[in-house]
């Protein structure tokens, strides 16, 4: 590191995680996704990070080698339009995730740059590093990218993540409205009914709608109740026919599990259930195991929202079960119920 930038790079460790930062939007299969700089967003906020402000203008770098990529994001930081960018002075980062859906990440990389453009952090990762087998490698989508990314910034500038965050921060408040979580009054009333619903589970009937599945084949709601049934016990599980529910795809899997509840909701207006509670899940695994998604919800028969669970291959249990097919979904969503109710 040449003196002057490493004392720019004082000058960032100095400033802390209170340091206005710039996210330009997250280059990542060759187009910039702001929603991935979203995401980035919010993990620096959990870090710490009250100051943070995302790009109104994409910084296009499809053609620039990356050695070449300082110099390009100075320029086109003096050139971008938008007061509020030019309003006071922040450093900026913009970040690239490399490789492909088959093959996952191959590279993450990062630079920061201060008010004037001048070179401050470069940081490139591959799979043979530790940071990135710790993260992107465990967790091969944009979120473990960008976790790759908030790690190597922390360790770079020196900075220690604050404990408990930014309150009430605005990129948590912005996924939330995303992702249609309830808000904390229906949180409150949530956990309301899990507790009423845990104290009376042995006398408590339950109805089971057929998993979301992407593979559209093999879902049998009847398998799936007896399945809820072992492990939960207690009264009688029944299956509910002739409801398919459908999730619009996507990335954002806390929305994707809002999405369900919604669904469930919906199809318990326009077909009653004599059972006291009603289960949805959706499932959707790679084939060796090792990645997907399981989101289940409770809900009374009137669908107020009881339990919203998520796994996937960050959680124990769904590593140590590594389900490959709707079956071992079945089973995986069961227990975690089991785990939740119990």
Request: proline share 6%.
């Amino acid at each position: 590191v040449e003196p002057a930038q490493a004392a720019r790079r004082t000058s960032l460790h100095a400033a802390g995680v209170k340091a206005p930062l710039l996210l330009m939007p997250v280059r990542l299969l060759g187009r910039t996704d702001p929603n991935v700089t979203e995401v980035l967003g919010l993990l620096l906020e959990q870090r710490g990070m009250p100051d943070l402000q995302v790009a109104t203008t994409a910084f296009e770098a499809k053609d620039t080698a990356w050695d070449a990529v300082p110099a390009a994001l100075a320029a086109h930081l003096r050139t971008r339009g938008g007061a509020a960018e030019q309003a006071a002075p922040r450093h900026a980062l913009y970040a690239e995730f490399l490789g492909d859906p088959k093959r996952g990440p191959t590279e993450v990389r990062f630079v920061v740059v201060d008010a004037q453009g001048e070179l401050v952090l470069a940081d490139r990762q591959k799979p043979a590093d530790a940071a990135f087998r710790r993260t992107a490698g465990r967790d091969p989508d944009p979120l473990g990218c960008s976790q790759l990314v908030v790690e190597r910034l922390f360790e770079l500038a020196d900075w220690q993540p604050v404990a408990g965050g930014v309150p009430n921060g605005p990129f948590a408040a912005r996924w939330q409205r995303k992702s249609g979580m309830p808000d904390a009054t229906e949180r409150a009333a949530m956990q309301q009914r899990l507790t009423a619903l845990r104290a009376k589970l042995a006398e408590a009937s339950f109805a089971v709608f057929a998993p979301v599945w992407p593979e559209g084949k093999e879902v049998d709601a009847a398998r799936f109740a007896q399945t809820v049934q072992v492990e939960l016990g207690g009264k009688a599980v029944a299956p509910i026919a002739g409801a398919a529910l459908t999730v619009p795809p996507g990335s954002n899997q806390q929305k994707r599990l809002f999405d369900l509840a919604a669904a469930a909701k919906a199809a318990l207006g326009k077909q009653a259930i004599t059972a006291d509670y009603a289960i949805a899940a959706e499932l959707g695994f790679s084939k060796d195991g090792k990645h997907g998604l399981a989101n289940v919800v409770v809900l009374t028969k009137a669908g107020e929202l009881v339990l919203a669970d998520f796994l996937n291959d960050q959680h124990e249990l769904f590593a140590r079960r590594s389900p490959k097919n709707l079956v071992d979904g079945e089973q995986l969503v069961a227990a975690k119920l089991r785990q939740s109710l119990r």
